[in-house]
C-alpha cells in the first residue's frame, strides 16, 4: 500500500494522560507513567409513492420518510492485538532472552502530534502473544485516523530503555474495512533501523454497550385461573419486573387488560432490556398475570421468574400462585414469538461484509479552460481542486472496498476521434473495464484524460448518475454504491438529473457533489434534500435522500474538512436504505439470540 497523507483528525474523546508532541520516534521512558484514564420532510402525499413502496413489507408501515439531516454518528471500537513471529536477542541474556512484547497505540493529530490512546499488558517469553488487554478508540468514518502500533520489548528488568520489537502504521478505516474487521501486517523497522521481524493482527469491534436493545414477545394466556367465582371470567393483564440488587421488584411494563378471556391473547409486548434486566440476557426478572376488578383490589392469577435467555427459548411458562403453591393451577403464558429488535449500526453492516464501493465522474466541459492553461481548473501546475477532492474522499471511501478499485468517469468533453461531447465516458477508454487501481489509478487516468481530450459541454449529471445506478443495481457482492461528481458549474439537464436520483433513491447508491472554482452554486442547493423531498416528472417522490452536495470553497482549500463534510452523512443513509428493504446485518445470524431490526425505522432518519 502506498504511503498515505496524514489528514487532520477529529479530537479524541475521553480524558488521556498522555500526549507525546514528537514525531514518530516511540518515548520510551513514557512506559512506566503514560496511563489511558480511563427536515423533516415535508410529506407529499401521492398515491402513486405510497403504492411504490408498498413491497417493503413489515418497515413500510411506519415510515416516516424525511429529508432532513441524517444523524452524525459515531462509534467506539475495541482493537484485540495479536502478534506472531517476534524475535528478540540481547547479548546480556543470551542465548536465554526472549520476547516479553507489550504493544503501544497512538493515534496522529494535527501538526505530526501522537496521542497515546491505550497500551497491552506485557506477555512475557512468547513471541506469538495474543494480548488480553484491549485498546479502545472513537471512530468516525468521514475522518482518517491514523493509529500507529509500537511493538517494545517489556519486563526486562534493567535500567536499559525497552527495545523496540517493530511497529506497524495503517489507519483505523483500513482495520474497520478489512475482511470481517481482522487486519494482518508485517511489522516495520523502528526509525533506528533495527531490522524488524514478525507479523501484527488487529481486530476491530464495536463497543456495544446499552444500544437500545428492546425485547419483543408476542403472549398468550393458557387456561388461566378464574378469579370472579363461577358467573365471570378473569380479566387479565401482565406486569413485567426487573429485579433490583437487593432483590426487591420494580415494575417497568405493564399490558392491556383483556376483559372476561381466560386464554387472552395481548399485543406485542417491547420491553427495552436495560429496563427489564439491564441488558443481562442471564439476569433473572419477573413477570405476573393479574385479573383487573373494578370494586375491589386487583387478585394475582401467577406469575413465573424468567431470563431473556429463557424466554427466548422456551415456548411455555408455567404460572406458579405467590405463595409457591405448584399444585394450584394458575394457567400458563404461551410465548407465541420472541426475539430482540437492535438498532443495528455502521460497523454492524461493515464487519459483516458490506462493501463501499466508489465510482467518480470529473466534468470536463470547457468553462474549466484548457489543462495546459495556467488559469485552467484542470491545471497540472500543482494538486488542483479536482485532484483533492477526489483524493481527499477517495482515501477515505476505498478503506471500505475490498478489491480497491474506483469506476473512473468523465463528462462533457469530446474525445480524440470523436465529433460529439461525451456524457459519460470511462477514463480508462474501454466501457467493457471501467475500473481503476485505487486513488493513485485514478489520479493518473485523471491527468491523461485531461491532457488528451477537448473540452466542451454541457454540464449533464444524468448519465453518470444513470450509470453509478446500473452499477449499484448489478453488482454481485453486498455493496453499498457511492458517486462522487466533481464539477465547476451548474447542471444543464435539471429535470432528467432530478428523474435519475428519484429513480436511485431505491438502490444502495449516495451521490456526493463537490462545487470547484469560483461558480455561484446556489441553483444546486436543490439536489441536497435536506428540506425538501425530490420529485420527479411523473410525480414520484424520492425515497431518501441520497445526495450531498458541498462547495470546496467552503472548506477554505482544506482537503480533510471537504471529506468530513460531505462524507459525514452516508453512514446514517446506508443505515436508512438497509432499514427501508429490511435487510439486517449478516453477522446477526450468529448471534446467541435472535435478533430483529425494529419495525419502525424511524431509528434510521432520527435528526
Known amino acids: 500500500m502506498r504511503a498515505l497523507s496524514t489528514l487532520s483528525l477529529a479530537t479524541l474523546l475521553g480524558s488521556v494522560q498522555f500526549v507525546h508532541a514528537a514525531h ?11 496511563r489511558l484514564s480511563a427536515s423533516r420532510f415535508e410529506h407529499r402525499r401521492n398515491q402513486k409513492y405510497l403504492s411504490s413502496i408498498a413491497p417493503l413489507g413489515p418497515l413500510r408501515s411506519n415510515l416516516a420518510l424525511r429529508g432532513g439531516s441524517v444523524p452524525e454518528l459515531k462509534s467506539r471500537v475495541k482493537l484485540t492485538i495479536e502478534c506472531s513471529g517476534l524475535e528478540y536477542s540481547d547479548w546480556k541474556t543470551w542465548p536465554f532472552s526472549k520476547a516479553d512484547p507489550l504493544v503501544v497505540v497512538y493515534l496522529h493529530g494535527p501538526n505530526g502530534s501522537m496521542t497515546e490512546v491505550g497500551r497491552t499488558e506485557c506477555v512475557t517469553d512468547n513471541p506469538n502473544p495474543t494480548f488480553a488487554t484491549k485498546v479502545e478508540v472513537d471512530y468516525f468514518f468521514e475522518t482518517r485516523q491514523q493509529l500507529q502500533f509500537v511493538v517494545v520489548q517489556g519486563g526486562q528488568g534493567t535500567a536499559d530503555p525497552p527495545a523496540e ?7 483505523l478505516s483500513s482495520i474497520v474495512g478489512s475482511r470481517a474487521g481482522k487486519l494482518t501486517r508485517k511489522l516495520e523497522a523502528s526509525p533506528s533501523g533495527k531490522k524488524a521481524k514478525g507479523r501484527l493482527t488487529v481486530l476491530a469491534e464495536e463497543v456495544k454497550g446499552k444500544r437500545g436493545d428492546v425485547l419483543k414477545l408476542e403472549l398468550k394466556g393458557l387456561d388461566l385461573r378464574q378469579m370472579d367465582g363461577f358467573f365471570a371470567k378473569s380479566d387479565p393483564y401482565l406486569l413485567f419486573f426487573r429485579k433490583r440488587p437487593d432483590k426487591s421488584l420494580e415494575q417497568v411494563h405493564r399490558t392491556e387488560t383483556v376483559t372476561q378471556n381466560l386464554n387472552p391473547t395481548w399485543k406485542t409486548v417491547k420491553v427495552p432490556l436495560s429496563d427489564l434486566c439491564n441488558g443481562d440476557l442471564k439476569a433473572k426478572w419477573k413477570v405476573e398475570c393479574w385479573d383487573a376488578d373494578l370494586l375491589t383490589a386487583d387478585d394475582e392469577i401467577g406469575g413465573v421468574e424468567t431470563t431473556v435467555e429463557e424466554i427466548l427459548t422456551k415456548p411455555t411458562l408455567p404460572l406458579i400462585d405467590r405463595e409457591g403453591r405448584e399444585s394450584l393451577k394458575c394457567g400458563s403464558l404461551i410465548v407465541t414469538s420472541s426475539a430482540v429488535e437492535r438498532v443495528p449500526s455502521f460497523l454492524d453492516y461493515v464487519v459483516s461484509g458490506c462493501e463501499v464501493t466508489v465510482s467518480v465522474a470529473i466534468d470536463f466541459t470547457a468553462s474549466n479552460q484548457d489543462a495546459h492553461l495556467p488559469t485552467s481548473l484542470h491545471s497540472r501546475t500543482g494538486p488542483n481542486q479536482y485532484a483533492q477532492a477526489m483524493q481527499a474522499v477517495g482515501e477515505i471511501l476505498i478503506e471500505y472496498d475490498h478489491d480497491k478499485k474506483i469506476a473512473a468517469f468523465g463528462y462533457g468533453a469530446i474525445l480524440p476521434g470523436e ?14 473495464a471501467v475500473e481503476v487501481d485505487g486513488v493513485q489509478g485514478l489520479l493518473d487516468a485523471y491527468e491523461k484524460t485531461a491532457a488528451s481530450v477537448r473540452l466542451h459541454g454541457p454540464t449533464n449529471f444524468a448519465p453518470s448518475i444513470e450509470r453509478a445506478a446500473m452499477l449499484a443495481r448489478e453488482s454481485a457482492k453486498h455493496a453499498y454504491q457511492v458517486l462522487l461528481i466533481v464539477t465547476d458549474g451548474c447542471i444543464t439537464d435539471k429535470s432528467a438529473t432530478v428523474d435519475a436520483i428519484v429513480k436511485a433513491s431505491h438502490l ?19 439536489l441536497d434534500g435536506d428540506k425538501n423531498a425530490l420529485v420527479d416528472g411523473d410525480g414520484n417522490v424520492a425515497l431518501r435522500d441520497i445526495v450531498q452536495f458541498v462547495p470546496f470553497r467552503e472548506c477554505k482549500g482544506d482537503p480533510a474538512a471537504l471529506a468530513s463534510q460531505v462524507l459525514r452523512e452516508l453512514p446514517g443513509q446506508l443505515l436508512q436504505y438497509h432499514a427501508l428493504k429490511g435487510i439486517k446485518p449478516h453477522s446477526w445470524a450468529d448471534s446467541a439470540v435472535p435478533l430483529d431490526l425494529p419495525a419502525d425505522n424511524a431509528w434510521a432518519f432520527a435528526a
Open 165 to 171: 520489537l517493530g511497529r506497524l502504521q495503517c489507519t
Open 419 to 432: 465529433a460529439e461531447p461525451s456524457h459519460c465516458f470511462p477514463l480508462t477508454g474501454n466501457h467493457a
Open 24 to 34: 514518530s520516534t516511540f518515548d520510551p521512558s513514557a512506559l512506566s507513567t503514560a
Open 508 to 526: 444502495p447508491l449516495s451521490i456526493i457533489i463537490v462545487g470547484v472554482g469560483g461558480e455561484d452554486f446556489s441553483d444546486m442547493n436543490f
